[in-house]
Structures are given as structure tokens and as C-alpha cells.
């Protein structure tokens, strides 16, 4: 299993080890709706087509998965619907035995056909269903159930990463009749064995889940239920927690909101921070001109002083870290004295900037004009994208700023509809197969959306994957990471720093360094 960094684990042990003694400390009650914010609506209900925060915080409370990361022990893996598992020898064959009496929400028994059925739609899926994340499971040659308690995955090759995959929130277990009778059941009901079952989505207001009484795991979840109210408006939803409206937003926070919500509330709130395995990249739609043309690409990221955007955009938005493809700290990443040799990563940025408008002008476009595709998320999407537009005004690029609803952003990226763009590349752990993703071909990766084939990329990334040395490893990542971004087809910016605040009648949650983990709401109650 990949193993985050000293560095990381250290800033973790300060960050969870208040919340980790506090929750062992008192016996936990029973009942209580938790109230969270959230700042997105999901725009489908199906976990293996989804990628945003605004899916898992609402919905993977329905849901649970094969493994999950282990919350107050992060990122060691404990069972989810497994309770025990092996891996063979030689790294190609994971057995896994299911806990008994599982049900799904209609009453309907789970078993290791359910299993079969939701990975086979992850690695392969058919009849319009979308899997985000099939590359990471493209060494899964076969699935096998000898009887309804196992499950027994197949490789091709070994993995690296495969216990980690088997960990991600992402893949929820579905009905394998549901799925067999409509592959894209999931995108528009909500049927899982999770802690709570589904009670209703009111758009533009709130969903709602409640207490799923045949769950598998005696005595979860505490909660009668919870109520996640979606709200779009930065100012809103940090007046709404001021209040008590509302007890959390498992997202992040600003540092300005960490300080006016700390000088507000004093000791009746917790504030969590930690590194954030997030980085905001700008993605090019090379189908469309000019950016088919790397040297406009780079002339772009050549444009942009990250360093000292960082320093800057740190004090008003929840971003910290210049990094490359991996976040900054973690041990596979490259260093700073690597990070500066890359294309947009040097510090002396009038140079970089000289040479980017020789670029374009080389390229034919000196007074090149976009449309930049943005989220209507205020924090970190506005800032740093006003912050581009600055950077790109440097070197003579005129740029209109588009900010749609998620919806529409979504389908805007994965659709093609727009020139330039910026994407989101986070996940629930660090781990290069997951990050690299990303970057590799289209016709691998469904998270591409530069549009674009690199089979050099591919053929790194697949030699990564299967290499257990970690210094190989490293060195294959570096020859990956030096030719995406001398490529720049995606384009990192900077990376998160997150920054969560619960009042302190929160019990059961532990901070993590991804606002993907640890929201299946099992284990969390309410203190009086």
C-alpha cells in the first residue's frame, strides 16, 4: 500500500489527535439529525461516474464498498462490506470474505454476485453506463464468486495500488439485478446498504437520509438521520454555520472564514486543517485551435508565477502548495529542486514570460483570446481562476471568464464544449495511479478531458503501476511528470490546503487530508 510521507503524517497526528482522543474518550449517543452545508448540488447519483465533493457528501452516506480507509488510523484500510481478505504471493490474485446478513435498502440480501456485478461495471461498463476510474482497475482480468460470501479479483499484472483501490469511496456496491435490468439504474435512484437510507433530493434545497434499521453493523449508525442543505453562496453558508443552521461543511473553508467563524463562536467549534490530496490544473481542449499546438500550452503555463501566486492566493483562498502532478510532501512527488527545471515552475518569471510570447507569436496567435471555462464555486475556483486571467493579461492573452453552475461545468468538461478550462484533479488518497490518470490518454482515462492520445504518457504510466520498487517507481514518475508538462495538455496550478469546522456536538469524524473520505456518517453522533 502507498504510505504518505513523514511530513504529512506528522501534520496529521497534530490535526487528528484532539478529534481521535475526544471521540474515544466519551461513550457515543444514540439519535439526532446532523445538519451539514454543502456547496454544490451532485449532478447524477451515480458513484462510479462521479468526481465532486457535492456527489459524496450528500449520497455516499447510501452506499458502502468493498474496503475503506481506516478513519482515525489514516491511511491504513480496514473491511467495509469485507471482512477479511488476501492477496496470493506473487500479487495477482485478492480474496475477499463478505460480512454475513448484509441487505440492501429494499430488503433484498447482498452478496458476492453484487460484488461482481459493480466492479464489472467499474472495469468494463456497458450500455451507457460511464466509469470514471476504469484505467485504475484496467489489471483486473476476472472476477470470480465460489459461493455467495467471496470474491476472488484476477490480474493481469500486479498493481501497486490495488489494496488502495479497493479502498475508494467511489466504488459503491450496487444491485447486480438493478444494474443487469438498467445499467444506468444508479444515476437516477439511490439503492445502497449503506448506513442510511434515501428519504428524498429537493433540488436547490436539501437531501435528506435517514437511519437504515437492518444495517449490517450492530448498533450503527447513532444518527436518526441527516439533512445536507445545499448552499451555493460562500457568505450564506458561513453565516448559516455561525448560527448553528447548520454544524459543518466537510468541504474547506477560507482562512478568512476559519477566523471570522473562530473570533465568532470561540470554544464551541473544533477547527481541523490539514494538507489536501486537490490541485486545480488548467486543462486544454486540443481538438480545438490553437490549442492543439504545445507551444501555446506552455506559453501559457510559462505565463503563470505559481510561487508567488501561491503566497498570495494562500492568505484569501484554501490553496497553500506549488506541486507537479502529486501533491507537494508526499514521498513519490518531485522536490522543489526538480519542480523549478519544469516548463511554468522556474522562479525567474520574467524570463518565462519573455519566452512564452515568443511561443506564441511563433505559433501564430500573438494576441490569442479564450474563453476560460470556471466553476461557480466561489473558493478556491474564482480567486485563483481571476488570478490566471491576470497572469495570462502579461503576455497579451485576452480572456472571458465563464462560470457556470456545476451541472453545466461538468458536462462542459466532459463533453468538449469549451477551449480552456479549469479542472479539478483530486482524489482520496495519494497514489500516483490515481493522480496520473488525469494525464494519460483519452481513450484510457474518462477524468482526460484535453481530448488528447499520448501513448508515451501511457506506456509510463502503466510501467509505474506495476513497479514495487519505490525508487524505480519514483524515477518512472519523474520521466512522466517531465513530459505532461513540457506537453502541458493539463497544466497543475497550485495545490489545497484544507480547512474544516465543526461546532463541537460532532463527535465520530475524523479529519482527513480529502474531503472524499470519511463521509459515510457510520460512526459519527451528536453530543448534547
Excluded at 453558508?237 to 478568512?256: D, I, K, M, T, Y
Aim: charged share 25%; proline share 6%; net charge positive.
Amino acid at each position: 500500500m502507498i504510505k504518505l510521507s513523514l511530513s504529512l503524517l506528522g501534520t496529521l497526528a497534530l490535526v487528528l489527535g484532539g478529534a481521535s482522543t475526544d471521540a474515544v474518550a466519551q461513550t457515543p449517543k444514540r439519535g439526532g439529525i446532523l445538519k451539514f452545508a454543502v456547496s454544490a448540488e451532485p449532478p447524477n447519483y451515480d458513484c462510479h461516474a462521479a468526481t465532486s465533493f457535492a456527489f459524496i457528501h450528500p449520497v455516499r452516506p447510501h452506499y458502502n464498498t468493498l474496503l475503506k480507509f481506516d478513519e482515525p488510523n489514516y491511511p491504513k484500510v480496514k473491511g467495509d462490506l469485507a471482512q477479511s481478505w488476501t492477496m496470493s504471493p506473487d500479487g495477482l490474485t485478492y480474496t475477499f470474505k463478505l460480512k454475513p446478513n448484509i441487505k440492501f435498502h429494499d430488503g433484498t440480501p447482498m452478496t458476492s454476485a453484487d460484488v461482481k456485478a459493480s466492479y464489472e461495471r467499474i472495469v468494463n461498463p456497458t450500455g451507457g453506463a460511464v466509469s470514471i476510474r476504469k484505467a485504475a482497475y484496467s489489471d483486473i482480468a476476472s472476477i470470480e464468486t465460489p459461493d455467495a460470501q467471496t470474491v476472488v479479483f484476477k490480474l493481469k499484472a500486479r498493481n501497486a495500488s490495488m489494496l488502495t483501490n479497493f479502498a475508494s469511496p467511489w466504488d459503491c456496491i450496487y444491485s447486480a439485478a438493478k444494474i443487469k435490468a438498467d445499467p444506468k439504474f444508479p444515476e437516477k435512484n439511490v439503492l445502497g446498504t449503506g448506513p442510511f437510507k434515501f428519504v428524498e433530493h429537493v433540488a436547490g434545497s436539501h437531501w435528506v437520509g435517514e437511519r437504515f434499521a437492518d444495517y449490517f453493523e450492530k448498533g450503527r449508525p447513532y444518527l436518526d438521520g441527516f439533512r445536507a442543505i445545499f448552499i451555493t453562496n460562500t457568505a450564506a453558508r458561513v453565516n448559516a454555520l455561525q448560527a448553528g443552521e447548520v454544524l459543518s461543511e466537510f468541504r474547506g473553508h477560507s482562512p478568512a472564514d476559519r477566523d471570522r467563524l473562530k473570533a465568532a463562536l470561540g470554544d464551541k467549534i473544533v477547527v481541523h486543517e490539514s494538507p489536501w490530496i486537490c490541485s486545480l490544473v488548467v486543462t486544454f481542449n486540443t481538438e480545438k485551435k490553437p490549442f492543439d499546438d504545445a507551444r501555446v500550452r506552455r506559453a501559457l503555463s510559462l505565463a503563470i508565477d505559481r510561487w508567488k501566486g501561491a503566497e498570495a492566493l494562500s492568505k484569501i483562498a484554501l490553496v497553500r502548495n506549488v506541486g507537479g502532478v502529486l501533491r507537494p510532501g508526499y514521498e513519490m512527488a518531485a522536490k522543489e529542486a526538480e519542480l523549478v527545471k519544469y516548463p511554468g515552475y522556474g522562479k525567474d518569471i520574467n524570463k518565462a514570460r519573455a519566452e512564452a510570447k515568443k511561443l506564441l507569436e511563433q505559433a501564430g496567435v500573438k494576441d490569442l483570446k479564450i474563453k476560460f471555462l470556471n466553476r461557480n464555486i466561489p473558493m478556491p475556483y474564482t480567486p485563483v481562476g481571476i488570478f490566471l486571467i491576470d497572469q495570462w493579461r502579461q503576455i497579451g492573452v485576452t480572456v472571458e471568464h465563464d462560470q457556470p453552475e456545476t451541472r453545466a461545468y461538468i458536462t462542459g468538461l466532459r463533453g468538449g464544449n469549451y477551449e480552456a478550462g479549469l479542472d479539478f484533479n483530486c482524489d482520496a488518497v495519494d497514489d500516483p495511479n490515481l493522480q496520473l490518470a488525469k494525464f494519460i490518454s483519452a481513450d484510457k482515462s474518462p477524468i482526460n478531458y484535453g481530448r488528447y492520445t499520448d501513448r508515451k504518457l501511457d506506456d509510463l504510466y502503466n510501467k509505474q503501476k506495476g513497479e514495487l520498487d519505490n525508487k524505480k517507481r519514483y524515477a518512472l514518475i519523474r520521466e512522466f511528470e517531465q513530459h505532461a508538462l513540457n506537453e502541458a495538455y493539463s497544466i497543475p496550478i497550485i495545490w489545497w490546503h484544507r480547512i474544516i469546522i465543526n461546532w463541537k456536538q460532532i463527535k465520530g469524524w475524523y479529519m482527513s487530508p480529502s474531503h472524499y473520505l470519511n463521509q459515510d456518517l457510520q460512526d459519527v453522533w451528536l453530543d448534547s
